[in-house]
């Protein structure tokens, strides 16, 4: 069984500000930085039990940031994975998340429920999405068997890499992800057999 710890960045300006950030790149923010540090601090506690054989990444700048600041901690090299890019949410980018729910109600909550539906306004379609999302996982948990990962991904993209490594049925998003944390989801020997992973 491969284990992955799947991180999430700390806070930018958009996070503290409740903007979509999409692939813009803005940096941590001082919040973000202080996060980051009591991230590295608890990745590397006892109780997390893990070592990490290896740490990846996305390539926007805080995912960077928190994959380098975690691997100085644990005295890994991330390596920068550009398939796990945050998604494009087009037009909706920069923009307040209750701004959109204010001018497009009914197109948000489907957004939040069933993402699969909907794109936001030229941004990427959540399928294009999770296609490479899955060419850029079916060779790291190859890789890794048997071993613990860590993967720094920005919202939504992360919630995309949590469905399918637990091999969710359905894609749904949460409404609000705290930034600058993690989750453990174990990839049983039997994951990528079927045809919804495989």
Known sequence: MTTVVLIRPGATVY?????VQGVLDIPLSDRGWAEVAELAAKLTEPLCGLELAALYCGPSENALRTAEAIGKTLGLRPRRVDELRNLDQGLWQGLQVEE????HLRVFRQWI????????PHGEPVEGAMDRIKSALKPLIKRHKDEAIGLVACEPIAQFIACYLRQD????????????????????PEWGRNGESG
């Open 15 to 19: 996070d503290e500000q409740n903007r």
């Open 100 to 103: 959109i729910k204010r001018r």
């Open 113 to 120: 429920e069933d993402p699969c539906t909907v794109s936001p």
């Open 169 to 188: 049925p359905r894609v749904q998003l949460a409404d609000h992800v705290p930034t600058g944390c993690f989750e453990k989801i174990t990839v049983g």
